[in-house]
């Protein structure tokens, strides 16, 4: 089970951490994936990492500005948004999963999904 939280209004320009945390085994073998859905439009994948190893993916639209990471002691994946824009808005999931590397985006390739968090930056 995945619980996503860190989600919250936050200006343009600034900053805000999501958590992602499991409550019942380790994430080893998985690859960790955050995803977004902004209202009338479709989920869309912003980052992932695999938990082994720590390769990571991002969306172009995020580059350079958001990082994902991960805490094996507490067993976490955190999305650091740092200069979030307006459209950065959305409801953002974390998801766990065994894609390849070049199917990192393809939201339909992780089985398990957190309950999202509300993100939203104000300009």
């Known amino acids: 089970q995945l619980q996503a939280s860190g989600g919250g209004l936050v200006q343009a320009g600034g900053s805000l951490r999501l958590s992602c945390a499991g409550s019942?085994?380790?994430?080893?073998?998985?690859?960790m994936g955050w995803f977004r859905q902004a209202p009338g439009q479709e989920r869309e994948f912003v980052a992932a990492?695999?938990?082994?190893?720590?390769?990571?993916k991002y969306a172009d639209s995020v580059m350079g500005r958001f990082t994902i990471s991960r805490d094996y002691a507490k067993n976490t994946v955190y999305l650091e948004m740092n200069s979030p824009k307006p459209e950065d808005t959305a409801v953002y999931y974390c998801?766990?999963?065994?894609?390849?590397?070049?199917?990192?985006?393809?939201?339909?390739?992780?089985?398990?999904w957190g309950q999202g968090t509300q993100v939203t930056v104000s300009s």
């Open positions: 998801a766990a999963g065994r894609p390849v590397y070049s199917a990192f985006d393809q939201s339909d390739l992780y089985g398990a």
């Open positions: 019942e085994r380790s994430f080893s073998g998985y690859v």
């Open positions: 990492i695999r938990w082994s190893g720590g390769t990571t």
